[in-house]
């Protein structure tokens, strides 16, 4: 079963820089906890786009998922030792509020991916294909459960 779709915006990111790390296969989120490597982000400001989140992002390069874990900075923002960076044009993106159960791994599946791309769709606007798709691990909605266990998680797809 899908996440449930609370709402979508249509939101702009300015010219970013990714500050994290990259990965060829699935991310690692247990070691950038282990490592404290988002406290250390954390003390460069972020873009206002990316607020009090960890960031959790995939674009199609060549055919293959290139994945990332970190934060958006500004553009030009110094990348701290051991951490990689890529620099991100501004885009739109329609992000898409899912609600479910904490842990729930509704939230990753290509069945909730497929339904925001058709919500999107619904709603007039354009994915941009193989460009960044993210999830925004935004503090306190995905981080303190409801009363009834729901966290927000918010999903945005690139577009046109």
Request: aromatic share 12%.
């Amino acid at each position: 079963m899908a996440a449930e779709i609370l709402e979508i915006k249509k939101e702009p990111c300015p010219a970013a820089r990714l500050i994290g790390k990259r990965y060829e296969g699935a991310p690692n989120w247990g070691e950038w906890w282990a490592n404290g490597w988002f406290d250390q982000l954390e003390t460069h400001p972020r873009l206002p786009f990316n607020g009090d989140a960890c960031i959790g992002a995939v674009r199609i390069i060549s055919g293959k998922a290139e994945r990332w874990i970190g934060m958006f900075f500004p553009e030009g923002t110094p990348v701290p030792d051991g951490f990689d960076a890529v620099d991100i044009p501004p885009v739109d993106y329609a992000v898409c509020y899912l609600r479910a159960q904490e842990g729930s791994p509704d939230f990753y599946t290509p069945e909730t991916h497929s339904q925001c791309l058709e919500a999107i769709q619904a709603k007039g606007m354009t994915r941009f294909e193989d460009n960044w798709c993210l999830e925004r691990c935004q503090c306190p909605r995905f981080t303190t459960p409801d009363e009834n266990g729901n966290v927000i998680l918010d999903y945005g797809i690139s577009i046109l």
